[in-house]
C-alpha cells in the first residue's frame, strides 16, 4: 500500500513538472533562463529555484543522519554550509560589481586559460556528484519501501533519472526554473504538513531536541561544525547551479533572492534534521540510511509524506544540475555548439555518468560534500585576496593552492589507505578532516600572501 501511494504521489509530480515545463524552447531560455518573451526570471522564481536546488535529497538526508549521530551538534554543522547563501551572494555581488559575467570570467582574466580549466574540472566533478547522490537517494528510497525486490533501486534510478533528463533536455535551465517553483512549492507543503504531525506527536519535546547529543556524542558534530566554517566561503563557488543564478537578474532582485534562499533552507534543513534527533531519542536502531528506522518508528502516512518529499527534492536538484551541465560544457569549455542539441548531449553525458558511478557504491552520503567542499578551499585564499583585497595573485600562487586543495580531497576520499592513514591524526574521521581543511588553507594561504601584490589602479573586485 504505501509503495502505490509513493508511486502515484511521484508520478503525479512528474507529470506535473512536465506539463509546466515550457512548450517551446529556445537558446536564450535553455541556457540563460530567460522566458519566451525574453524576461529574466523574477525574485520569487530565483528564491524557490535556490532554495529547491539546496534542499535537495542527499542535503535531507546528510541532516537527518547528522542528527541521529551527533543531535543538535550535527544539525547545526549541516546547516552552516547553508551560510553558503550569504557568502556566495556576497561574491557574487562583489563579481557583477566588477563587471565579471562569471566565476569563469572573472578567472579567466586573472588566471588565463589554466586558471579556468582548474575552476571546471572541480565544478565538473561537482556536479557528478550532485547527480550520483541525489539518485542513490532514490535508489534507497524504493530498496527500502520494496525490501523483497532486489531490483527496486537500480529500476527506479534509471526511471526517475531518464524522466528527469527527458524535461530538462526539453527546456535546460528554463525548464529548471519553472518545475523548481512547482516542485519546491509541492515540498513545502508536504514537508510542513509532515512536520506540524510530528510537532504535536505526544513524544516531541523542544528542549530535549536541542539538547541532545545523539547516539555517538556530540562531539564531532561540533568539529564537523568548525569544519563547514572553515569551507563556508568557497563552498558556494564552486556551485554552478547557485552562480548561474546569481546573474540571471538585475543586482538587487539577485541580492534579496540569496537573502530569503538562507534562512528559508536553513530552517527546512534544521527541521528535518529534527527527524534524525527524535529517531536517536526514540532508542531506534539505525537502519537504511535511517529510511528504514522511520518506518519503524513513524506513522504510516507521515513516513510516506517524508520520502515524497525527498524524491520531489531529488528530482528538482537533478534537472537544474543537468542545466548547470550544459552550461558549462557549451558556454564555459565550448565542448559542444551553442545550441540546443548540444545542450541536450550534454545533459546525457552527465546524467549517464551519474547513474553509473551509483553502481561504485557510496561509503557516506557526507563524502561527496566534503570532498567537494575541501577541493573548493583554493579559492578562499584567491578570492580574499583578488576579489576582496584588490590584489594581483600571481598564477603559481593560484596553482600551489589548487594543488593543495586536490591533495586535501584526495586524502579525505583514500584516508583508509595505510600511507594516507599514516599522515593523518589518528581519530574520527571529521576531526582528520578538519586537520586536512587548517593544511590546505594554511598552504593556500602562504602561497596566495607571498606571490601577490597591491594594484593600486585596480578597485578590488574589478
Not at 566534503?370 to 585576496?385: K, Y
Amino acid at each position: 500500500m504505501q509503495v502505490s501511494v509513493i508511486i502515484a504521489l511521484f508520478g503525479a509530480i512528474i507529470l506535473a513538472s512536465l506539463w509546466v515545463a515550457p512548450r517551446r524552447a529556445t537558446v536564450s531560455g535553455f541556457f540563460g533562463g530567460t522566458s519566451a518573451e525574453g524576461a529574466a526570471p523574477g525574485l520569487w522564481v530565483l528564491v524557490l529555484s535556490q532554495v529547491t536546488t539546496w534542499i535537495f535529497a542527499r542535503s535531507l538526508m546528510n541532516s537527518a543522519i547528522l542528527g541521529y549521530f551527533y543531535g543538535i551538534a550535527g544539525v547545526l554543522a549541516y546547516s552552516a554550509y547553508y551560510g553558503s547563501f550569504l557568502t556566495g551572494g556576497f561574491v557574487v555581488q562583489r563579481l557583477r560589481a566588477g563587471g565579471a559575467r562569471s566565476v569563469q570570467d572573472w578567472l579567466g582574466d586573472r588566471f588565463g586559460t589554466l586558471g579556468t580549466g582548474c575552476y571546471n574540472l572541480v565544478i565538473a566533478l561537482r556536479l557528478l556528484s550532485e547527480v550520483f547522490a541525489n539518485l542513490i537517494v532514490v535508489g534507497l528510497i524504493f530498496s527500502a519501501v520494496t525490501p523483497d525486490t532486489d531490483s527496486a533501486g537500480p529500476i527506479a534510478i534509471v526511471t526517475v533519472g531518464s524522466l528527469a533528463l527527458a524535461y530538462s533536455a526539453w527546456g535546460g535551465l528554463g525548464a529548471a526554473l519553472r518545475t523548481d517553483v512547482l516542485q519546491m512549492s509541492v515540498f513545502l507543503v508536504v514537508f510542513a504538513v509532515a512536520f506540524v504531525a510530528f510537532v504535536l506527536s505526544p513524544g516531541f519535546d523542544l528542549g530535549t531536541l536541542l539538547s541532545a547529543d545523539g547516539v555517538s556524542g556530540a562531539h564531532n558534530g561540533w568539529v564537523l561544525l568548525l569544519v563547514a566554517f572553515l569551507q563556508v566561503f568557497s563552498y558556494p563557488v564552486h556551485d554552478p547551479v547557485m552562480m548561474d543564478r546569481g546573474f540571471l537578474a538585475d543586482r538587487d532582485t539577485t541580492r534579496k533572492s540569496f537573502l530569503h534562499a538562507f534562512w528559508i533552507s536553513a530552517l527546512c534543513i534544521i527541521c528535518f534534521g529534527f527527524f534524525g534527533i527524535q529517531a536517536a531519542l526514540d532508542g531506534a536502531a539505525y537502519e537504511g540510511e535511517l529510511i528504514g528506522t522511520w518506518a519503524q518508528s513513524l506513522p504510516a502516512w507521515v513516513f510516506i509524506a517524508l520520502l515524497v518529499s525527498l524524491l520531489v527534492s531529488a528530482l528538482s536538484t537533478l534537472d537544474s544540475a543537468l542545466a548547470a551541465a550544459a552550461r558549462l560544457v557549451v558556454e564555459e569549455l565550448c565542448l559542444a555548439p551553442r545550441n540546443l542539441t548540444g545542450g541536450r548531449i550534454a545533459m546525457a553525458v552527465f546524467a549517464v555518468a551519474g547513474a553509473v558511478l551509483t553502481l561504485w557504491g557510496n561509503q557516506t552520503l557526507f563524502d561527496a560534500v566534503a570532498v567537494s567542499g575541501t577541493a573548493s578551499m583554493f579559492l578562499t585564499p584567491v578570492l580574499l585576496a583578488g576579489l576582496v583585497g584588490g590584489r594581483q595573485v600571481a598564477l603559481w600562487a593560484y596553482l600551489v593552492s589548487f594543488g593543495a586543495a586536490m591533495l586535501g580531497a584526495m586524502a579525505y576520499l583514500f584516508r583508509s589507505n595505510e600511507f594516507v592513514a599514516a599522515l593523518l591524526y589518528d581519530g574520527h574521521k571529521y576531526e582528520q578532516l578538519l586537520q586536512i581543511c587548517v593544511c590546505v588553507l594554511v598552504v593556500g594561504c602562504m602561497a596566495v600572501w607571498i606571490g601577490s601584490q597591491r594594484v593600486p589602479d585596480r578597485v578590488a573586485g574589478e
